[in-house]
């Protein structure tokens, strides 16, 4: 099993910045990629920005603003926000693929519980 445990999230001014961290822990072998996606009530849940270990991927509303990184020897990914704004006000969740044997290819997806990202205008 693997747990991915997010935090950082907060309330702030428009304008201002957060940083949030996401890190795995259980059974893993490799993550092949891990993301940080976002929701409000009554939307669907959107990806914000994903990580592999050669590619980065930001959505439209983002660039420029967040910076998604990572720490191999921590399992863990950050999500730096900058020149937030009330629209960026939602839950972010964190996510990964994970591969959790060295004998088997299948990776299996997991989720984290969510931290709320509050910007107040």
């Known amino acids: 099993q693997v747990q991915l445990v997010e935090s950082g999230g907060g309330l702030v001014q428009s304008g201002g910045s957060l940083r949030l961290s996401c890190a795995a822990s259980g059974t893993i072998f490799s993550i092949l990629n891990m993301g940080w996606y976002r929701q409000v009530p009554g939307k669907p849940r959107e990806l914000v920005a994903s990580?592999?270990?050669?590619?980065?991927n930001y959505a439209d509303s983002v660039k420029g603003r967040f910076t998604i990184s990572g720490d191999n020897a921590k399992n863990t990914v950050y999500l730096q926000m900058n020149s937030l704004k009330p629209d960026d006000t939602a839950v972010y969740y964190c996510?990964?693929?994970?591969?959790?044997?060295?004998?088997?290819?299948?990776?299996?997806?997991?989720w984290g519980q969510g931290t709320q990202v509050t910007v107040s205008s």
């Open positions: 996510n990964a693929d994970v591969r959790t044997t060295s004998w088997r290819t299948t990776s299996f997806n997991y």
């Open positions: 990580i592999t270990s050669d590619s980065t």
